[in-house]
């Protein structure tokens, strides 16, 4: 054979392996690259897709602590206004329990003033009689003398 023979030969088996591999072996190899490329994409896409995501959830958790904080102030704030309130409502319950006693410490003060003034209302027209007795040098009438007695005590 000659060397042109053999060139148009190898070429033909070429054309041939080519057409072989473009028909069978090329589609699988082509379709698996592009399976690949696929999963690779949806890979890169659900990547995206989190940090979408992760980013969107770190801004709820933001907001959520954010109103946390919020109610947490909220709430010692009306604790301090209800401690606030308790304390000026005791005061006010203590001053008026104090009010009270000091009145009744001096409503009874006044009465054993008036029952002490009363005891020495009795012990001066007692002093009176007696005096008066001393001098007269005479029986004195219990009867007769009340209303003088009376009348003395209710003058001092």
Do not use: C, Y
Not at 3 to 13: F, G, K
Not at 121 to 135: F, N, S, T
Request: net charge neutral.
């Amino acid at each position: 054979m000659s060397i042109n023979a053999t060139l148009i030969v190898q070429a033909i088996v070429f054309l041939i392996l080519v057409l072989f591999t473009m028909k069978f072996v090329w589609p699988p190899i082509a379709k698996a690259l592009d399976e690949r490329a696929q999963k690779i994409a949806d890979g890169l896409a659900a990547a995206d897709r989190a940090q979408v995501e992760l980013t969107s959830a770190n801004k709820r958790v933001e907001q959520e602590l954010a109103q946390t904080r919020t109610e947490t102030s909220n709430r010692l704030a009306d604790a301090e206004r209800r401690a606030l309130a308790i304390i000026d409502e005791a005061k006010a319950r203590a001053t008026e329990e104090g009010n009270k006693i000091v009145a009744s410490a001096k409503a009874e003060a006044e009465q054993q003033a008036i029952q002490a003034r009363e005891a020495l209302r009795e012990q001066v027209a007692l002093l009176a009689v007696k005096g008066a007795e001393q001098i007269l040098r005479k029986e004195v009438n219990a009867d007769v003398h009340a209303d003088l007695l009376s009348r003395l005590k209710n003058e001092l």
